[in-house]
C-alpha cells in the first residue's frame, strides 16, 4: 500500500537564519540560531571553532541539551563532526542510552546499523504528512533523531511542528471528541498490498505476534491466506511525562484512507471491503471520522510547519511527542538515517 500522498503542500520554505543568543555552552564553542523571528523550532546549534566532535561536545553539555529540547521540541545540530553513521549512533546513546528496535512498524526501512535505519522507504515523488513517530501504538520512542548523510539535489526536507501549537490552533469540539472517543488503528496484512505481518512484527512465527498483541493491547483475528488483521485503541492526546503539556498526538490523518490519492483510494475501494483496507483509522468507538475534521487537522498541520533545507551532516534531535515530522518529494539521491530512543507508555488524560 501506498501510504503518503504525492503532491507537495503548500508549505513556507524558511531559508534565512535569524541569529539569536541563547545560553547552551558556557564554554563559548557554539553559537545559536533560528531560521526565522518567532519561530522557535528547530533551535540551531552550530561550532565556533572547526572539527568540534559532535559526541564529545554533548557529553559535557547533556543537561543544557536536554533543557533547550524540553523548551524548543527540537534541536538542530550543524557543522559538527560527526563520523559517519557509528558517530551519529554514540551521539544518540550519549543522549539517550540504549536505542530502540524498529517493532511493530508502519513504514518500510532497511537496518543501516543496530538500531540506526533508513529513513522511511516511500517512493521519492511522494510527500509524507507531519506525524509523531509510532503514536498508532501505545508505546512509543519519547526521542528520534535524525542524521543527513546525503541531502537530496532538489527537495526531500524533513517538515516539522510543534505538537503544542497544533493541539492549541485545533477546534476545542474536535480536540473533545477525540479525548472522549480516542482513535481505533485496523490494519490488514497480506495480499500484497502494504507491509506483510513477518515485517511489521519482526518474525515469522504467529505465537510470537499474538503474544506481542496480547501484550500490547491489540486485537487481532487471522484470516484465510495467512492474512491478519489487527484493531488497536489508543489515546489521540497525549500529556508530555517531563513538562505535562498537552499536545495532539496520534496518525488519525495519516493512516485513514482520505490520505492516499484519489485515484489510489478507489482503485483500494474496488478491490477491498472497508474494513478489510490495509488500514485505516476510526474513532475509538468504530464510528467514521468525519471528512471535515481531518481536513481541519491537516491544514493545522500544514499552518505550524516549517520546512528547512538539510545539508550534509545535519543532525535533527526532536522531542517526539513535542514535534512532529515527515518527508517532502524529492529528486535524485537522498540518504537520511534514523535512530529512536527512551520507550514510553501512552496514557489517556
Given amino acids: ?36 523571528p518567532k519561530t522557535a523550532l528547530p533551535l540551531i546549534i552550530e561550532p565556533t571553532v572547526e572539527g568540534l566532535n559532535l559526541t564529545q561536545w554533548i557529553q559535557h553539555n547533556r543537561e543544557a541539551i536536554s533543557t533547550q529540547l524540553l523548551k524548543h521540541g527540537g534541536l538542530l545540530f550543524r557543522g559538527f563532526q560527526v563520523d559517519n553513521v557509528t558517530g551519529f549512533e554514540q551521539f544518540l546513546r550519549t543522549i539517550s542510552g540504549e536505542l530502540l528496535e524498529y517493532s511493530f512498524r508502519s513504514t518500510p526501512r532497511s537496518q543501516v546499523k543496530g538500531n540506526i535505519y533508513t529513513s522511511t522507504e516511500y517512493p521519492s515523488e511522494q510527500f509524507i504528512p507531519l506525524h509523531n513517530e509510532m503514536a498508532y501504538a501505545r508505546s512509543y520512542p519519547l526521542k528520534i533523531a535524525f542524521y543527513c548523510l546525503q541531502a537530496a539535489s532538489q527537495g526531500g526536507e524533513t517538515p516539522i511542528a510543534d505538537s503544542r501549537k497544533v493541539f492549541q490552533l485545533l477546534d476545542p469540539e474536535i480536540k473533545q471528541k477525540f479525548q472522549q472517543k480516542r482513535v481505533m488503528y485496523v490494519r490488514n496484512y497480506g495480499g500484497g498490498v502494504d507491509l506483510t505481518w513477518q515485517t511489521v512484527f519482526n518474525t515469522n512465527n504467529k505465537s510470537d505476534v499474538e503474544y506481542y498483541c496480547q501484550r500490547s493491547q491489540i486485537e487481532f483475528e487471522w484470516k484465510d491466506s495467512d492474512r491478519l488483521q489487527t484493531r488497536q485503541v489508543c489515546p489521540a492526546i497525549a500529556k508530555h511525562p517531563q513538562t505535562a503539556e498537552t499536545v495532539w498526538f496520534n496518525q488519525a490523518h495519516l493512516f485513514h484512507i482520505s ?17 478489510d483496507l490495509p ?41 517526539n511527542l513535542l514535534a512532529a515530522h515527515g518527508r517532502m518529494p524529492f529528486t535524485g539521491a537522498r540518504k537520511i538515517v534514523v535512530g529512536m530512543a527512551e520507550q514510553i507508555g501512552c496514557q489517556d488524560i
Avoid at 501506498?2 to 537564519?17: A, D, F, M, S, V
Avoid at 490519492?261 to 474494513?275: A, G, N, W
Avoid at 467514521?288 to 550534509?312: C, N, S
Fill in 259 to 275: 490520505n492516499l490519492e484519489h485515484t489510489v483510494r478507489e482503485q483500494l475501494l474496488t478491490h477491498f471491503k472497508p474494513e
Fill in 1 to 36: 500500500m501506498t501510504n503518503p500522498r504525492t503532491e507537495k503542500p503548500k508549505l513556507k520554505q524558511l531559508g534565512k537564519i535569524d541569529r539569536k543568543a541563547v545560553n547552551v555552552s558556557s564554554e563559548g564553542l557554539t553559537k545559536t540560531s533560528y531560521f526565522q
Fill in 279 to 319: 488500514r485505516n483509522a476510526y474513532y475509538g468507538d468504530g464510528s467514521p471520522i468525519e471528512d471535515a475534521v481531518l481536513a481541519e487537522i491537516r491544514k493545522v498541520y500544514q499552518q505550524v510547519a516549517i520546512i528547512f533545507p538539510w545539508q550534509q551532516g545535519d543532525v535533527l534531535l526532536l522531542d
